[in-house]
């Protein structure tokens, strides 16, 4: 029972060899690419019940930080921004330099670097599924901390109440399955590979 608490897992599994520096300059840019091209894929998946749709890409925004680690994690999301400025890869319909900084998304999609960042940070050394999902959640924080804020912003809204509400209390109870989810699919992996 113990163990199964512990944030890390001194086991070092070949999953754990994407996160690496020393990993093939071939091996990280594939791994970049692919959470990026992930993370356009789960914009195509949205419902929009108000301003803020609820879509998979924080699946790829949270694996990336866990599968590839801060820095090449920061760079998948980076990647994911940049075809957004020419190619239409947002959740919206529009893409470029003015729908990213004109939508009342924008600041979700500005934290995603961040986000990843700080997942890939923390799960470093917490790596176990305790350690995984606290890292998920950390970086969850700070995306809907980012992302409220533009979008009150953004949207005009007259009370923070309203932007909290629409921005991240309707999100709570799917951005936690997404944790979970995460968290255990990455914990697998490492047992398996």
Known sequence: MISTLKLSSPHVTSVDSLRQERASATVQVLGILAFALLTALGAQVRIYLWEVPFSLQTLFVYGSGLYLGWRNGMLA???????????????????????????????????WPITAAAVGLFSKRWNSLVGSTL??????????TIGVTWFHFAAGHATWFESID??????????LAKIMLVSLVYTGTRRVF
Request: proline fraction near 5%.
């Open 77 to 111: 999301q980076l990647l994911y921004l940049a075809l957004g400025m020419v190619a239409p890869v947002f959740a919206g319909d529009g893409f470029g330099p003015a729908y990213l900084f004109g939508a009342v998304t924008g600041g979700y999609l500005l934290a």
């Open 135 to 144: 890292s998920l959640a950390i970086g969850s924080v700070i995306l809907f």
């Open 166 to 175: 629409k921005g991240w209390l309707r999100f709570i109870p799917v951005d």
